[in-house]
């Protein structure tokens, strides 16, 4: 008899994630204005999360062209093994990217299909732009810098003094 692997991952409401191995985060800073992103990264604390995180700003860079070209972006098991994704942006009404909307699933459940998931995460979208018309993502994801990097810090100290045991 097969068993079904249960996999839950819950972040509460201002969880904060790191930008360079999510597909929200990547998806957020392939939109932003590349000047503001190559600051942003040249400051990021590129660190390994699972084998398949995206260590370097160039191999961002290449990701990001592939985001812009598609219209979305995934996570492939770069934050959390086991765990996929696919991120679609969300539009204010003068075209700029202010947050984005994203699918989660364990690997077991779902795929990366993404011709499969990006329309209807695209629909779902197009219906939160009028709730998001006044933010700048330049502004957002610098105010939230300072934010990400003292929570992931803290996760490594833990981290790493609990192996030390």
Known sequence: MLKMLRVRVHLEPGSRVPLHCTASGKLLLAHMDAQHRQ??????????????????????????????????????EEFMMGLIAIAVPVFDRNGRVVASLACHAPKARMTL?????????????????????????????????????????EASERRERAMAL
């Open 39 to 76: 600051k942003l990264l040249a400051s990021l604390p590129f660190e390994r999360f699972t084998p398949a995180t995206i260590m370097s700003a160039d191999a961002l860079e290449t990701e990001f062209a592939e985001i812009l070209c598609d219209g979305y972006s995934t996570d492939r």
């Open 113 to 153: 299909d993404a011709r499969r998931y990006v329309p209807v995460l695209q629909s779902a979208a197009r219906n939160r732009t009028n709730v998001l018309t006044r933010a700048r993502l330049q502004d957002l994801v610098f105010e939230m810098v300072p934010a990400i990097h003292a929570p992931l810090a």
